[in-house]
Nanobody, 123 residues
Framework: QVQLVESGGGLVQAGGSRRLSCAASRRTFSRYTMAWFRQAPGKEREFVAAINWIGGTNYANSVKGRFTVSRDNAKNTVSLQMSSLEPEDTAVYYC?????????????????WGQGTQVTVSS
């Protein structure tokens, strides 16, 4: 079992930056692929970014070049640095984990989820 706790959400102006963090409970964190998803009101949860245990990454086209995912295996944390934020980035952001190296894009591929953190981008 892996427990995930997100932090860092809040209100930010368009064009601004925000850094989200996710702390994982499991000592074998380094073996997991970690990902960020987001869900806007009335929309399905969508993939944002993923990072595997060796640092390989994958991004949704909508955030490529603006968001950066990183991990610190020594601290059991994964982060999402968001820049050039747009009102369309407003959503609840979720941290997710799966046991394996594949940079999966679907919610069904991930076994563990955090409770989410709200990011609101004002225009």
């Amino acid at each position: 079992q892996v427990q995930l706790v997100e932090s860092g959400g809040g209100l930010v102006q368009a064009g601004g930056s925000r850094r989200l963090s996710c702390a994982a409970s499991r000592r074998t964190f380094s073996r997991y692929t970690m990902a960020w998803f987001r869900q806007a009101p009335g929309k399905e949860r969508e993939f944002v970014a993923a990072i595997n245990w060796i640092g390989g990454t994958n991004y949704a086209n909508s955030v490529k070049g603006r968001f950066t995912v990183s991990r610190d295996n020594a601290k059991n944390t994964v982060s999402l640095q968001m820049s050039s934020l747009e009102p369309e980035d407003t959503a609840v952001y979720y941290c997710a984990a799966r046991n394996g190296g594949g940079l999966a894009l679907t919610t069904a591929s991930y076994d563990y989820w955090g409770q989410g953190t709200q990011v609101t981008v004002s225009s």
